[in-house]
């Protein structure tokens, strides 16, 4: 069995009193769950802060991106180093809002998980097509790109150390989610693409989370679906509320 993830996506939200509040209370409201594993993604401002808020937890930190280097003149970025040092166990990779507006390509998503993997941070690795490419039936064609390029060069052993999360762009923050179905299908493609890529025993432990307009609304549909796993959370990992009501919701499915 996979143990489900649920992770929150802070994107560039919160300034760190705001972002300690809703630490403690998600600390608060989630201490009992144990059948998930919860991961907050703070802006780099907030992280050390959040790691201390969250020390001992069962809430996890990361990062929403890196750069694979481990120092030097590359101005305005953070290495795999400085996010283990701020106390980070996850980081974000190749979200789609990277891959449109900062340049991200296959190419530097896979350096960013080899640099992240090196250093002993678990990569959530984000593929997800655009409302063009669903529309002109390229959906399939999209993500197999993503997890090729993106995983190149990727060990069997390594591959079980990442998260995959599907995040369709055309469902991220526009309210409109994918259906279940909808999910279910781009995420058993990429579990058998996984398959052949590596072996059935090693893609059928790997987790697959869903993005894209998930609510408390939408969680228990999406996370009964065989090959969803969990989810990547944008908007509504904002507030306490509804980011423990997903937690919690996610928890009570059984497969
Ligand atoms: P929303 O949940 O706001 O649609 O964002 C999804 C997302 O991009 C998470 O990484």
Redesign the pocket.
């Known amino acids: 069995m996979r143990k489900p993830i649920i992770a929150g996506?802070w994107k560039m939200y919160k300034t760190l009193k705001d972002g300690q509040e809703l630490a403690v209370a998600l600390r608060r409201e989630l201490y009992k769950i144990e059948n998930v594993d919860i991961v907050v993604c703070p802006p780099y401002t907030l992280l050390v802060t959040l790691a201390d808020a969250l020390e001992a937890s069962n809430i996890a930190v990361g990062g929403q991106d890196l750069y694979w280097q481990d120092e030097g003149a590359f101005t305005g970025e953070v290495s795999p180093l400085m996010l283990k040092d701020a106390g980070c166990r996850y980081v974000i990779i190749g979200?789609s809002e990277r891959r449109q507006f900062f340049g991200e390509t296959n190419e530097t998503v896979n350096n960013k998980i080899k640099a992240s993997l090196k250093h002993g941070l678990t990569p959530i690795i984000c593929v997800g097509e655009n409302r063009q490419e669903r529309e002109s039936s390229n959906t399939f064609k999209v993500i197999e790109s993503h997890i090729k390029g993106g995983l190149a060069d990727i060990s069997a052993e390594d591959i079980l150390k990442t998260v995959i999360a599907y995040?369709p762009v055309w469902?991220?923050?526009t309210g409109l989610t994918a259906t279940p179905e909808q999910a279910q299908e781009v995420h058993k493609f990429t579990r058998d693409l996984l398959k052949k890529m590596y072996q059935e025993e090693i893609s059928s432990q790997i987790r697959i989370q869903y993005?894209?307009?998930?609510k408390p609304e939408n969680i228990t549909e999406l996370m009964s679906k065989p090959d969803v796993d969990g989810a990547?959370?944008?908007?509504?990992s904002l507030k306490a509320d509804t980011f423990t009501q997903i937690v919690v919701k996610a928890s009570e499915v059984i497969k």
């Open positions: 996506n979200h995040e469902a991220i923050g993005g894209g307009s998930v990547l959370v944008g908007g509504a």
